[in-house]
């Protein structure tokens, strides 16, 4: 008796392949989405810190310099951390793509495993009627005898 073979083992390999890479790009994208997302957190508390500093100097009066300067800083300030955040959002939008393509993945994993127990069901009643045969044909050989 042949041995059962799977026909779409190498699809079945493929994707598992792919899952495999599905998930360390994964991971890639929530350690730098983590990064920015700490990185974000400290320019915002930056911010919070240097804001209270201007406050306080303003209240205490100050150079009209001081305050261009500071003012140079808040836009420079405002500017990075609008760069983190769409870093952020974009890092988001690809983790979503990456979650997608990764369900789709194991959806077709797992219709490939459904299919597979289907075929081997096939192959051992194919298997059984073949042993079941080869008993009939001995026992009505040694009945003839």
């Known amino acids: 008796m042949k041995q059962f073979v799977f026909a779409l083992q190498p699809l079945y ?6 899952e495999k890479k599905m ?6 994208i929530e350690e730098e989405l983590l990064k920015r997302k700490k990185d974000l957190e400290l320019l915002n508390k930056n911010f919070i810190k240097v804001s209270e500093d201007y406050r306080n100097s303003v209240s205490r009066g ?4 001081k305050i261009k300067e ?6 420079r300030l405002k500017a990075v951390i609008a760069l983190v ?8 939008n690809e983790k979503e793509k ?15 495993d459904k299919l597979r127990e ?3 069901e096939e192959y051992m009643e ?3 009627k073949q042993q079941d045969k080869r008993v009939d044909d001995l026992i009505s050989y040694k009945t003839s005898v």
Do not use: H, P, T
Not at 70 to 75: K, N, Q, R, V
């Open 13 to 18: 390999d493929m994707q598992e392949s792919n």
């Open 23 to 28: 998930k360390l790009q994964m991971v890639g």
């Open 62 to 65: 100050m150079q009209a310099s």
């Open 70 to 75: 500071y003012g140079e800083f808040f836009e």
């Open 85 to 92: 955040q769409e870093k952020i959002d974009y890092l988001e």
């Open 98 to 112: 990456c979650l997608q393509k990764l369900v789709q993945i194991r959806k077709e994993k797992k219709l490939l």
């Open 118 to 120: 289907s075929k081997y």
């Open 126 to 128: 194919e298997s059984k």
